[in-house]
């Protein structure tokens, strides 16, 4: 049976690309007839019109969103809904950037401490809405939106008052030490050209280990467990509250971190003093429900939305907007949650005939 739930899955996410990219075709007809086809095929190939080089640059947009991806689909799997991944991403940026750019005297360990950073700033902002939700069942989607707008006001303030971190002429933060920027790790010499550096292969890892975690541990199992019903959960012995805390702090030290792969890449990269908040964390929102929340579903699934992005940019050849990327993104989510809807009601049917049987 779960094998087969399994399958469904990925059919229903297969579905959702399929349907997405005949909607995104038809906008380019409607658009531009005469250039059409050849822009719809940029979108599909437009990745690999450099190369090795365009092949990197898939990874290095791939990697925040995997990330931001991959804390919304733990918090679901854990029973919440992490909608706070913006602030939790600029949140992490921030304290990358300002290990980044104050505390230079670390030398190699720069980067990592930087990174370290991020983890923690993102954690402490998922710790909020986690409290709220353990302690007074306060909505987690309400509060993680409130603490969005309050990080990004409140980086926005520090970033601009404090003049060892603000670049007054180009209204945004200073560079990064270059011992904070995170080491190529030898993909310059495979993707040469590339923005691409050991940031992916980072963020590789870190699903690695919340898959490990959330499918072969006894905490992961208690995380999970406290999700599919709490009061059952705590009947038998397992502290809820904690779990729902630990839940959204691990939720919001993956987005932190996201932020902080992304402005230690030393591509140039700054922390904008503007108020809108960071397209990454709602990006994740996207990541997750395409890869089903499945920590290896969000990693195919993060790669294939920069694919998209990617050769999304090659659509100005051709005279189309690059907005009609976000189109085909947004269809490509309308049907996965319709997909889903499709998954549930086979899993029931065939659940039932199982029962049938039995």
């Given at each position: ?245 630990l839940s959204m702090m691990i939720a919001g030290a993956i987005a932190g971190l996201a932020g902080g792969l992304l402005y230690l890449a030393g591509t140039g990269k700054h922390i904008e003093v503007k108020d809108v908040l960071a397209s990454e964390g709602f990006t994740g929102i996207s990541v997750a429900l395409l890869g089903l929340s499945n920590p290896i579903g969000i990693l195919f699934s993060g790669i294939f939305i920069a694919y998209l992005t990617a050769g999304g940019f090659y659509l100005q050849l051709f005279e189309f907007s690059t907005e009609i990327i976000d189109i085909i993104v947004a269809v490509i989510i309308y049907f996965s ?22």
């Amino acid at each position: 049976m779960k094998q087969t739930r399994d399958y469904t899955g990925i059919l229903s996410s297969v579905f959702a690309i399929v349907l997405g990219l005949i909607v995104g075709l038809i906008i380019l007809f409607l658009s531009n007839s005469r250039q059409a086809i050849p822009g719809f095929i940029t979108i599909l190939t437009g990745a690999f019109t450099h190369g090795a080089k365009g092949v990197g640059q898939v990874f290095y947009y791939a990697t925040p969103i995997i990330l931001t991806g991959l804390s919304v689909g733990f918090a679901f799997k854990t029973g919440l809904f992490n909608i706070g991944t913006p602030g939790q991403f600029i949140m992490g940026g921030f304290g990358a950037v300002y290990v980044g750019i104050l505390w230079t005297s670390l030398g190699p360990a720069h980067w990592v401490t930087a990174l370290v950073a991020s983890a923690v700033m993102g954690s402490l902002w998922g710790l909020v809405p986690g409290l709220l939700k353990a302690y007074f069942n306060v909505n987690e989607v309400i509060a993680s939106i409130m603490m969005n707008y309050i990080g990004m006001y409140l980086v926005n303030w520090v970033v601009k008052s404090y003049k060892p971190l603000f670049n007054n002429l180009r209204n945004e933060s200073r560079n990064v030490a270059a011992t904070a920027n995170i080491p190529k790790m030898g993909l310059d010499k495979i993707f040469p050209g590339s923005s691409v550096n050991g940031g992916i292969l980072i963020a590789i890892l870190v699903v690695l280990v919340i898959w490990v975690l959330l499918n072969k541990t006894t905490f992961g199992y208690e995380l999970r467990a406290v999700g599919f019903n709490r009061d059952a959960s705590k009947y038998a012995g397992i502290n809820e509250k904690k779990s729902i805390i630990l839940s959204m702090m691990i939720a919001g030290a993956i987005a932190g971190l996201a932020g902080g792969l992304l402005y230690l890449a030393g591509t140039g990269k700054h922390i904008e003093v503007k108020d809108v908040l960071a397209s990454e964390g709602f990006t994740g929102i996207s990541v997750a429900l395409l890869g089903l929340s499945n920590p290896i579903g969000i990693l195919f699934s993060g790669i294939f939305i920069a694919y998209l992005t990617a050769g999304g940019f090659y659509l100005q050849l051709f005279e189309f907007s690059t907005e009609i990327i976000d189109i085909i993104v947004a269809v490509i989510i309308y049907f996965s949650a319709f997909a889903l809807m499709v998954k549930t009601f086979i899993a029931k049917v065939q659940k039932q005939k199982g029962g049938n049987k039995s």
